[in-house]
Each structure stands twice: as C-alpha cells, then as structure tokens.
C-alpha cells in the first residue's frame, strides 16, 4: 500500500488492538460474519491468535501490522509496518491495553478518567458515536477476564446486537 493511501471501502469494525480484549472481540464478531480490520502493533509476531474453531478464515479478517491512531469520525490512520494508510468504518473498537496515549483521541469529544482510561457506559460506548472500547483500556479491573468479556459486548454493541449490559 503507498503512503498515505485511503482505503475507499469501509469496513464494518475496525478492531484496535490484538490482546486479550481484540481476540474476544474478533471471535464474536466473527460470529457475526463482520466485514473486519484488525490493526496490532505486535502483529505478526503474536501467533494462534483466535486458535481453534475460531481461527479466522483467510480472507475473513483483514490485518494491519503497524500503530492505529483515530483519524476522524470512522476513521483510522495505520502507519508502521503497514506504510500510512487510512481505514473506514461504521464502528471501531479499541482495545489497546493500558496504552491511551497516542490513539488521537484529544478533540474528539471521549471522556477521560484522570489516568486517562476511556470512560464506556454499560455497552461499551465511549461518547463518540461509533467508537467502543474494552479491556484494560478502560481502567481496572485489570484482569483477562473482563476484557474478554467487556470485548464480547463491545462486538456485539460495535454492530448493532442486542447485548446484556456489562458490569464486572
Ligand atoms: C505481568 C502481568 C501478569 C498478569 N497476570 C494476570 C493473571 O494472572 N490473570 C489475569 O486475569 N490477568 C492478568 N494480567 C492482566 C491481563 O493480562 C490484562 O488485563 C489483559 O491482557 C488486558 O487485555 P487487553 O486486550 O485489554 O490489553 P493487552 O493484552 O495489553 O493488548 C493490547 C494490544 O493493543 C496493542 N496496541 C496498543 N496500542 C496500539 C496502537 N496505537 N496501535 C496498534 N496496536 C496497539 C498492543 O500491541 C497489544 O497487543 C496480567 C498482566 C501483566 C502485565
């Protein structure tokens, strides 16, 4: 892809981040046949990501190896090992560990708790429409356990499902 390169087509959700959280996330949303864009620094050096019966079909989750950063409403900006090219779509979910800098989140209208963990309400919704987060992302409990399942209803939430309201 050439730098600075816009990809024309959206994408249902765009998944930030390939920890505990974003795997939970991709297996649902898998689940749910999304038009999916997975974006990991890490990538691809973490291997068996989904294992098993969940391990994506080729083709059915596109990934982006490099650093993500919020580029507008529905928009993500990846640059890195993937050379600087923007990503649509209607949701994105962040799932970027204890990381909150540096997601391009200042002006765009998420509140912060004072160590700058996302503030969600129960289904995972930050302030911004569209824009979900899960995991440690959004402040402790810092366990494996409630990303995943803070990721679960945020995938579900991401496309439009019915969920329960998460509580941990
Ligand atoms: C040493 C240690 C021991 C632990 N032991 C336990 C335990 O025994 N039991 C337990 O339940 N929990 C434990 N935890 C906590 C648990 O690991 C976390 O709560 C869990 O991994 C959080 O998952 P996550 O997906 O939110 O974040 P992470 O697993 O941190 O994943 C975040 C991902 O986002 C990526 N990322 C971040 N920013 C960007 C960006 N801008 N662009 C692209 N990619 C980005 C990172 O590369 C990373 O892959 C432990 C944690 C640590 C550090």
């Given at each position: 892809m050439d730098a600075g390169a816009s990809r024309d087509d959206a994408f249902d959700v765009i998944v930030i981040g390939a920890g505990r959280a974003g795997q939970a996330a991709i297996r649902t949303l898998i689940r749910l046949g999304a038009r999916l864009a997975w974006v990991d620094r890490r990538f691809p050096v973490?291997?068996?990501?989904?294992?098993?019966?969940?391990?994506?079909?080729?083709?059915s989750v596109e990934e982006f190896p490099g650093t993500a950063r919020l580029a507008g409403p529905g928009r993500v900006e990846v640059t890195g090992a993937t050379e600087g090219v923007t990503l649509r779509a209607r949701a994105i979910l962040l799932?970027?560990?204890?990381?909150?800098?540096?997601?391009?989140?200042?002006?765009?209208g998420v509140e912060q708790d004072r160590n700058g963990f996302l503030r969600v309400d129960d289904r995972c919704?930050?302030?911004?429409?569209g824009l979900f987060a899960a995991g440690d992302v959004t402040g402790p409990p810092f366990t494996a356990e409630k990303a995943e399942e803070e990721a679960e209803v945020a995938a579900l939430a991401a496309m439009g499902k019915p969920t329960r309201r998460f509580r941990f």
């Open positions: 973490l291997e068996d990501r989904c294992g098993g019966e969940d391990r994506p079909e080729p083709g799932a970027t560990g204890s990381c909150v800098t540096g997601l391009g989140l200042d002006g765009l919704r930050t302030r911004v429409p």
